[in-house]
């Protein structure tokens, strides 16, 4: 796979800033320089050899990789019959993945000779990873984090403290991702000389939705050659979840060109797509401009952000990649929205059938393969993003399912 | 009277001018829009109107809770008009001070064409650059109003030559690479940004971010064309009330013409 770790820019496939009408960069100018510094070490790192095999050696012997793919045939049987594989990206290091990306950008930021990184995170997976990366290449470490996500992910507030990264909770807007995002970006405005922002997901300015994407492109590269390794040919559907997107592109980009392959992303439907609870911003959401891009998002009439809503904090976001509403827009992709209960239900079932207990994220994308499972029938071969693992949803499925006592909830 | 022109018989009177921002909405919207007729009162050649925006990446927290009080408070897009057209009538310059997505939102031609009809003269677009403003640039000659980009001192040469050569009206400086917010010192990068942005070809440059005292503004005001005021006049509207207000105005306004 060493030829193919990063996509080739003659495969016509978009390398931004846009993606048909969206992306671009709308940013203060103070940013320009740091964008473009960004863009230009990449660049470069990828035709390195060097950054390659750097990154390589720490996909294999830090990571894990590659990731396994396990078929899951008790979890089939209420799929319609229909054959199941996950790609785990549950086992990697960290637990999700998120530390696909921040490996690669870690690396990134020691070539532009920047000693500090700063990032955003909703469920804390992201920010995890990057407190990881952080210690491991002697970086130092700030993560925002909504207040509201600081509670309910509080065991990763921890894990990120352990690994010596300083966790803010941002009290401002939602106190959720979105407003962690804005105050990274306010940090990094003035701290652009000595940090580099380690976005998490293929949202944002140019050129993070590429980055990202080259950067998870690995999970879709894997995937498609063990499947092949397994059953001697391509799966009909692949699904993943999709809150900003970076599981999800990464595991569809290599997968795009296969135009019998069907990509399903599957959003989060929250209470209902059509109650206004909900982070389904491909399926219900509207042009607009937020952080940095041109995409789809969930927006009142004068362009305000509204909040949005899911059981999972990683997806409970109001925005996507400018990559997935293009995907969207041509219909090489399609997305669907996937409620909590539907979310819940598919953990609820892998847990108890194949011993794995997924992150509430990745069981969107479990829930949207029991759905197409059961649209298409036993032949049907469906490849799911199990992107991250629930441990961190302990209490959050614990307390949904009615398994803690009332004293353990209060702790 | 478009910026350029203001800012040109400020020069001729030897002194700066004084451009002060407030958000509209905030407390409300009826006592935005008198404590911009104090800001006129007490001497601001130039009011930049500020829209409140759900996700203020470039603000610090004076202008964030501001935005957020407004917000709460329900305030529209359209709120924006009479605020501009109060300015106007009391006598001074109005501009309009957006994040992007509100102005789309609304319709950029529209935004334009409705922004001149109340007598509005620009849009200070904080984060739209020139490469991303084809549709603006379209609609701003068509309504004949200025497009006030930024500059800040991680811009190259390159760049601030784009975005003067893209600028009608005056450059933005950002004085230092930060949000909105008082500082005790305006940063030393944004006298050489000013002299580096006129060498590019600006005509006219104003420096904003960080000024809060009568003695910056005259500092500033010594090698720019204008100096911007916000957080500072927030924080006297929302400590003081209009009277607070317009003692700070008038410090504003004096220090403007005392080029320190």
């Given at each position: 796979m060493?030829s193919?770790?990063?996509?080739?820019?003659?495969?016509e496939?978009p390398q931004g800033?846009?993606?048909?009408r969206?992306g671009?960069?709308?940013?203060?100018?103070?940013?320009?320089?740091?964008?473009d510094?960004?863009?230009?070490a990449?660049?470069k790192a990828?035709v390195d050899?060097?950054?390659t095999a750097?990154l390589q050696r720490?996909?294999?012997?830090?990571?894990?990789?590659?990731s396994?793919?396990t078929?899951?045939?008790?979890f089939?049987?209420?799929?319609g019959g229909?054959?199941?594989?996950?790609k785990r990206e549950d086992l990697?290091?960290t637990?999700?993945?998120?530390?696909?990306?921040?490996?690669?950008q870690a690396l990134?930021?020691?070539?532009?000779g920047?000693t500090r990184?700063?990032?955003e995170?909703g469920?804390?997976?992201?920010g995890?990873a990057t407190?990881t990366a952080a210690?491991l290449m002697g970086?130092?470490?700030?993560v925002y984090?909504g207040?509201?996500?600081?509670e309910?992910?509080?065991?990763?507030?921890a894990r990120m403290?352990l690994?010596g990264?300083?966790?803010?909770?941002v009290?401002?807007g939602?106190r959720?991702?979105?407003?962690?995002?804005?105050?990274a970006?306010r940090?990094?405005v003035?701290?652009?000389?000595s940090t580099?922002?380690m976005?998490?997901?293929v949202?944002?300015?140019h050129?993070?939705?590429m980055?990202?994407r080259e950067?998870?492109?690995i999970?879709g590269?894997?995937s498609?050659?063990?499947?092949?390794q397994?059953?001697g040919?391509l799966?009909?559907?692949?699904?993943?979840?999709?809150g900003?997107?970076s599981?999800?592109?990464?595991?569809f980009?290599?997968?795009?060109?296969d135009s019998?392959?069907?990509?399903?992303?599957?959003?989060a439907g929250?209470v209902g797509a059509d109650?206004n609870?909900?982070?389904a911003?491909?399926?219900k959401g509207t042009l607009g401009?937020?952080?940095?891009?041109r995409s789809l998002?969930?927006?009142?009439?004068?362009g305000?952000t509204?909040?949005?809503h899911?059981?999972?904090?990683?997806?409970?976001?109001p925005?996507?990649?400018p990559?997935?509403?293009?995907?969207?827009?041509?219909?090489r992709?399609?997305?669907?929205a996937?409620?909590?209960?539907?979310a819940?239900e598919a953990f609820r079932?892998l847990?108890?059938?194949?011993g794995?207990i997924?992150?509430?994220?990745?069981?969107?994308?479990l829930?949207?393969a029991l759905q197409?499972?059961?649209?298409l029938?036993p032949e049907?071969?469906?490849?799911?993003s199990?992107?991250?693992?629930?441990?961190?949803d302990?209490t959050?499925a614990g307390t949904y399912?009615?398994?803690?006592?009332a004293n353990a909830?209060?702790? | 009277?478009?910026?350029a022109?203001v800012?040109?018989?400020?020069?001729?009177?030897n002194?700066?001018a004084?451009?002060?921002?407030?958000?509209?909405g905030f407390?409300d919207?009826a006592?935005?829009?008198d404590?911009m007729r104090?800001?006129?009162?007490g001497g601001?050649?130039i009011?930049?109107v500020g829209?409140?925006y759900s996700?203020?990446?470039?603000d610090g927290?004076?202008i964030q809770?501001a935005?957020v009080q407004?917000?709460?408070?329900?305030?529209r897009?359209?709120?924006?008009?009479?605020?501009v057209?109060?300015?106007a009538?009391?006598?001074?310059?109005?501009?309009?001070?957006s994040?992007?997505?509100?102005v789309?939102?609304?319709?950029v031609d529209?935004f334009?064409?409705?922004?001149a009809?109340?007598?509005g003269v620009?849009v200070?677009?904080?984060?739209?650059?020139?490469d991303?403003?084809?549709?603006?640039?379209?609609a701003?000659d068509a309504?004949?109003?200025?497009r006030i980009?930024l500059?800040?001192?991680?811009?190259?040469?390159?760049?601030?030559a784009y975005?003067?050569?893209?600028?009608?009206g005056?450059v933005?400086?950002a004085?230092t690479?930060g949000v909105?917010g008082t500082r005790t010192?305006?940063?030393?990068?944004a006298?050489?940004?000013?002299?580096d942005?006129?060498?590019?070809?600006?005509?006219?440059v104003?420096v904003?971010?960080?000024?809060s005292?009568r003695?910056?503004?005259?500092?500033?005001?010594?090698y720019?064309?204008g100096?911007?005021?916000?957080?500072?006049?927030?924080?006297?509207l929302?400590s003081?009330?209009p009277?607070a207000?317009?003692?700070?105005?008038?410090?504003?306004s004096?220090?403007?013409?005392?080029?320190?």
């Amino acid at each position: 796979m060493d030829s193919e770790l990063f996509s080739s820019p003659a495969a016509e496939l978009p390398q931004g800033p846009y993606f048909g009408r969206f992306g671009g960069r709308f940013i203060p100018e103070a940013l320009v320089a740091a964008l473009d510094e960004i863009e230009e070490a990449f660049g470069k790192a990828v035709v390195d050899p060097e950054f390659t095999a750097d990154l390589q050696r720490l996909h294999r012997e830090y990571t894990g990789r590659p990731s396994l793919l396990t078929e899951a045939p008790r979890f089939a049987e209420h799929a319609g019959g229909a054959r199941v594989f996950l790609k785990r990206e549950d086992l990697n290091h960290t637990g999700s993945h998120k530390i696909n990306n921040v490996l690669g950008q870690a690396l990134l930021t020691k070539r532009m000779g920047k000693t500090r990184v700063i990032a955003e995170t909703g469920a804390g997976q992201h920010g995890v990873a990057t407190a990881t990366a952080a210690a491991l290449m002697g970086l130092e470490c700030t993560v925002y984090m909504g207040a509201e996500d600081t509670e309910r992910q509080s065991l990763n507030v921890a894990r990120m403290r352990l690994l010596g990264a300083e966790v803010v909770a941002v009290d401002a807007g939602t106190r959720t991702l979105k407003d962690a995002i804005n105050e990274a970006f306010r940090d990094w405005v003035a701290s652009v000389d000595s940090t580099h922002y380690m976005f998490g997901t293929v949202a944002g300015p140019h050129p993070f939705p590429m980055l990202v994407r080259e950067l998870q492109r690995i999970i879709g590269l894997e995937s498609r050659e063990q499947i092949q390794q397994r059953i001697g040919r391509l799966p009909d559907v692949v699904t993943a979840c999709v809150g900003g997107g970076s599981n999800a592109i990464g595991m569809f980009h290599a997968f795009i060109p296969d135009s019998e392959v069907r990509l399903v992303g599957c959003e989060a439907g929250g209470v209902g797509a059509d109650s206004n609870l909900h982070a389904a911003s491909l399926t219900k959401g509207t042009l607009g401009v937020l952080h940095g891009a041109r995409s789809l998002m969930l927006q009142d009439e004068d362009g305000q952000t509204v909040a949005s809503h899911s059981i999972s904090a990683g997806l409970d976001y109001p925005g996507v990649g400018p990559e997935h509403a293009w995907l969207h827009d041509t219909g090489r992709a399609e997305y669907r929205a996937v409620t909590d209960a539907e979310a819940m239900e598919a953990f609820r079932i892998l847990c108890r059938t194949e011993g794995i207990i997924p992150a509430i994220e990745s069981s969107h994308a479990l829930a949207g393969a029991l759905q197409l499972g059961r649209e298409l029938g036993p032949e049907a071969v469906i490849l799911v993003s199990l992107s991250g693992r629930g441990d961190k949803d302990v209490t959050t499925a614990g307390t949904y399912f009615g398994y803690l006592d009332a004293n353990a909830q209060e702790a | 009277m478009s910026t350029a022109t203001v800012l040109s018989s400020c020069a001729a009177e030897n002194r700066s001018a004084f451009i002060g921002y407030l958000p509209v909405g905030f407390p409300d919207v009826a006592r935005s829009v008198d404590a911009m007729r104090a800001l006129v009162a007490g001497g601001a050649d130039i009011v930049e109107v500020g829209m409140p925006y759900s996700d203020p990446t470039m603000d610090g927290p004076t202008i964030q809770a501001a935005g957020v009080q407004a917000l709460a408070g329900g305030v529209r897009t359209r709120d924006i008009f009479t605020a501009v057209e109060a300015v106007a009538e009391a006598g001074a310059t109005p501009v309009v001070m957006s994040y992007w997505n509100i102005v789309e939102q609304y319709g950029v031609d529209a935004f334009a064409r409705d922004l001149a009809g109340v007598g509005g003269v620009g849009v200070v677009t904080p984060d739209l650059i020139p490469d991303e403003a084809a549709e603006w640039i379209a609609a701003s000659d068509a309504h004949g109003l200025d497009r006030i980009f930024l500059v800040a001192p991680s811009s190259t040469p390159e760049r601030l030559a784009y975005v003067a050569a893209s600028t009608r009206g005056f450059v933005y400086a950002a004085s230092t690479m930060g949000v909105t917010g008082t500082r005790t010192q305006v940063g030393d990068a944004a006298e050489q940004l000013v002299a580096d942005t006129r060498a590019a070809g600006a005509e006219h440059v104003c420096v904003g971010l960080g000024v809060s005292t009568r003695e910056q503004a005259s500092e500033v005001g010594a090698y720019a064309d204008g100096v911007i005021v916000g957080s500072a006049l927030v924080n006297a509207l929302d400590s003081g009330g209009p009277s607070a207000l317009e003692a700070r105005v008038a410090e504003f306004s004096a220090g403007v013409r005392d080029r320190g």
